[in-house]
């Protein structure tokens, strides 16, 4: 079964700080992994795409890695700022004969001022 | 462009009532479309998904459809609304590369 993982589940942090997520996935064979950013009661919105052939993407201070042989993408988040404050979600496209495009747990951060 | 547009935003509904939830994409054609549900304090749970017209899969056991009668049309439809029914869903499509979401409809079942 094709799953997706995040870790830490919460996180509370004091301003300034930079952090890594985590998130992991099951089967390698994937097509890409995307990052959103869901801020309470609201859709999401997109941070990054890394496609399955790129290691990493970088946008402002977010930057995101992404290992296929060890299942594994982290979303580095420099300097953080209490605007930053949100619940982090990955989601795997996978190619194994479906197009099911699934969701990690989420990641629940705090930056505090 | 590519957009996608979800409605309602909200919505209240009494338990047995019929629910229609319509999601429309524009600047794209055959797209993959899905619908999610989030349970307040929960993850996004994939209910259905459609790679062309009249094509719908299931991914969990539920009191909810799915149908795709235009290529960039998806509709998530109950014949009867339960209380468990209530929720954050989200319609979102996927072309070659990153998957965009609509707003979200909060559903309330009560």
């Known amino acids: 079964k094709q799953e997706v993982t995040q870790i830490p589940a919460a996180l509370s942090v004091p301003e300034g700080e930079n952090l890594v997520l985590n998130c992991s996935f099951t089967d390698s064979a994937i097509y890409n992994l995307q990052w959103f950013r869901q801020d309470p009661g609201k859709g999401l919105t997109s941070l990054l795409l890394i496609q399955s052939s790129q290691r990493e993407q970088t946008s402002g201070r977010l930057n995101a890695s992404l290992d296929k042989s060890s299942g594994r993408s982290t979303l580095y988040i420099a300097a953080s700022q209490p605007g930053d404050s949100a619940t982090y979600l990955c989601a795997v496209s996978f190619t194994s004969g479906t197009y099911k495009y699934i969701f990690g747990t989420g990641t629940r951060l705090k930056v505090l001022a | ?110």
């Open chain 2, 1 to 110: 462009s590519q957009t996608i547009h979800q409605w309602p935003a909200t919505l209240v509904q009494p338990v047995g009532s019929p629910l229609s939830l319509e999601c429309t994409v524009e600047g794209t054609s055959n797209p993959n479309l899905y619908w999610y549900r989030q349970a307040a304090g929960r993850g996004l749970q994939l209910l259905f998904y459609s790679v062309g017209i009249g094509q719908i899969s299931s991914e969990v056991p539920q009191n909810l459809s799915a149908s795709r009668p235009q290529d960039r049309q998806f509709i998530l439809s109950s014949k009867k609304l339960l209380l468990s029914d209530s929720g954050f869903y989200l319609c979102a499509f996927k072309g070659l590369a990153e998957a965009f979401f609509g707003q979200g409809t909060r559903l309330t079942v009560v």
